[in-house]
């Protein structure tokens, strides 16, 4: 199996631009997780779907970020616009009902200057 | 609601020195437990898992077992070697499929 797949692995944008990541989960897992890594707040869950459904988007720092997934395949997360402040490694994750461990793609880094 | 702390780091080993990683958690229900572990420039990967009391999970020589008791699970190695050097987590699942997971506690294994 691939594993879990994220696109792209490097981001350098300028603030204000809009930034979209990407995820490709495990395939037959029914959970998707997306969190943020920095060395201030370690990891933070943003928000997590299940069966192409957002469960919980608690997470989500503020209206300028927002998260799809339109089909079991596939998910992304948009900010629009970026700040230097959302500066950090994004990690997408998927798992399976009835087991709780999830599984991490490798992370996409981003650096808005 | 639910939470994990592990120890701080950073801890610097020896090669072949006997590594112990504490972690504790808070919990309402009974969890899944679980240790990931995130080498340089790379994802978290899962180490080990647990699901229910007294369950030992174990994997490239790393070990931990759920204590309900203490309500622990502490990770352990025999002997380290250099390409152990990683950032360690300890993690729990709610019911909901949410983890929590702990600060994470970097491991550097000289030679």
């Known amino acids: 199996d691939a594993g879990v797949i994220q696109s792209p692995r490097h981001e350098v944008t300028e603030m204000g631009q809009e930034v979209t990541l990407r995820c490709k989960p495990i395939?037959?897992?029914?959970?998707l997780f997306w969190y943020r890594q920095t060395m201030m707040r370690g990891l933070e869950l943003l928000i997590y779907?299940?069966?192409?459904?957002?469960?919980?988007d608690s997470g989500m720092p503020e209206d300028r970020f927002s998260a799809k997934m339109p089909n079991a395949s596939f998910s992304t997360l948009k900010i629009q616009p970026s700040e230097p402040r959302d500066s950090a490694v994004y990690f997408c994750?998927?798992?399976?009902?009835?087991?709780?461990?999830?599984?991490f793609g490798p992370g996409t880094r981003l650096t808005v200057t | 609601g639910d939470s994990v702390t592990q120890m701080e780091g950073p801890v610097t080993l020896s090669e072949e020195a006997f590594l112990t990683i504490n972690c504790t958690y808070t919990?309402?229900?009974?969890?899944?437990l679980f240790w990931y572990v995130q080498y340089p420039g790379e994802g978290l990967q899962l180490l080990l898992k647990?699901?229910?009391?007294?369950d030992k999970g174990s994997n490239k020589g790393f070990e931990a077992t759920y204590r309900k008791e203490t309500t622990s699970f502490h990770l352990e190695k025999g002997s380290v070697q250099v390409s152990d050097s990683a950032v360690y987590f300890c993690?729990?699942?709610?019911?909901?499929?949410?983890?929590?997971f702990g600060a994470g506690t970097t491991v550097t294994v000289r030679a």
């Open positions: 994750a998927s798992g399976t009902s009835g087991f709780h461990e999830q599984y």
């Open positions: 395939s037959g897992h029914d959970y």
């Open positions: 779907f299940n069966n192409n459904v957002p469960i919980d």
């Open positions: 919990a309402t229900g009974y969890p899944s």
């Open positions: 647990a699901t229910k009391a007294d």
């Open positions: 993690a729990l699942s709610d019911p909901d499929y949410k983890l929590s």
